[in-house]
């Protein structure tokens, strides 16, 4: 009978032993979100960038402006919330504008693997006319003749961890080769 009420004993120490360490994770955890909680609204902050060198910036990162005009892409400032959660920045409430032309920007930035961008872009102006090339911005004299249209091309296979990007654009008022078209929307991935 000795022998069970020992075994009884060891069992009963072990089982205490083992409450005590679950209530301790238990106590970590709660203490981890409580503080998680405390500092996340201090990750919510105010953005406000501008640059009225936009060009060469384009320039440093190699991007071709030879058919861009001079005196465009030359200044960029955007106003907007910034939000950082776990692997993910959110902008949100944002303007912006381009050259003087005025806008709203949304979106988000996922850091994770595979890393994703969305954005919303709206305008209720924008003048395409006067970022073409000048031969490119005329109106077409002849248009009786349209081009045959040749093979199409083979899109490249893309990796499923490639990262991605996606753009939606509403534009109230679009000018494009001297005519107004109205409520332009359209998208990009």
Excluded at 60 to 87: C, F, H, N, Q, T
Aim: with cysteine; aromatic share 4%; glycine share 8%.
């Amino acid at each position: 009978m000795q022998a069970a009420v020992a075994v009884d004993e060891r069992l009963d120490t072990r089982r205490w032993w083992a409450l005590a360490v679950l209530c301790i994770s238990l106590l970590t955890i709660i203490l981890d979100n409580t503080i998680l909680n405390v500092a996340l609204p201090s990750l919510v902050q105010d953005l406000k960038a501008s640059t009225s060198h936009l060009r060469d910036t384009l320039r440093w990162l190699d991007v071709d402006m030879g058919g861009i005009p001079r005196g465009r892409l030359e200044s960029l400032s955007i106003e907007s919330r910034l939000a950082a959660k776990a692997g993910v920045l959110e902008l949100g409430d944002g303007t912006f504008s381009l050259d003087g032309m005025p806008g709203t920007i949304a979106g988000t930035v996922s850091l994770k693997a595979p890393a994703a961008a969305k954005f919303n872009v709206g305008m209720e102006r924008l003048d395409l006319d006067s970022y073409l090339p000048k031969s490119a911005a005329a109106p077409v004299a002849d248009a009786s003749s349209p081009a045959a249209p040749g093979a199409p091309a083979a899109l490249p296979k893309v990796s499923a961890a490639a990262p991605s990007l996606a753009l939606k654009l509403d534009i109230r008022k679009l000018a494009y080769r001297g005519e107004t078209l109205a409520g332009v929307t359209g998208g990009a991935r």
